[in-house]
């Protein structure tokens, strides 16, 4: 395990664990069918989650990270990239900025309304800029 800022770092991604955790604990009765079912801790398997949508407050965003991706809770945007809440970002849960151009596709719980509410603004540099969350 590698060190940082006097922590050792877990060699296993949990961003698909809190993302899981979250949903379990806000709608325990939402369905993870399928692969999602079976692994919910491999990122792309949220692609399987609920109903697609646009990106909007809350929604499940997944991104491209080599062969697994990354997975959070959309907060916000600039003109290049999504704000998200995430686990393991920086073996942490804490907000991160990803480019858009990673994006996968964005989620929406098969059981709860979609709430149209527009990603916020953010001003760039208000929050840490990744390209592989660990």
Not at 15 to 33: A, K, Q, S, W, Y
Not at 39 to 50: D, I, K, M, S
Not at 71 to 77: K, T
Not at 108 to 128: D, H, I, N, S, V
Request: some cysteine; proline content about 7%; aromatic content about 10%.
């Amino acid at each position: 395990m590698s060190e940082q800022r006097g922590r050792t770092l877990t060699k296993n991604p949990w961003c698909g664990d809190f993302v899981e955790t979250c949903i379990r604990m806000g709608l325990p009765d939402e369905p993870l069918l399928g692969a999602l079912g079976k692994n919910p801790y491999w990122a792309r398997n949220w692609l399987l989650f609920g109903r697609e949508v646009q990106p909007i407050i809350g929604a499940v965003l997944v991104f491209e990270r080599g062969s697994g991706g990354h997975v959070g809770f959309a907060i916000g945007q600039d003109d290049t990239h999504f704000y998200v809440l995430g686990g393991n970002q920086s073996d942490a849960v804490t907000i991160a900025r990803i480019i858009k151009s990673r994006l996968l596709g964005a989620r929406w719980p098969a059981t709860y309304p979609p709430r149209l509410q527009r990603l916020a603004t953010m001003k760039p540099g208000e929050f840490l800029s990744t390209t592989n969350e660990i």
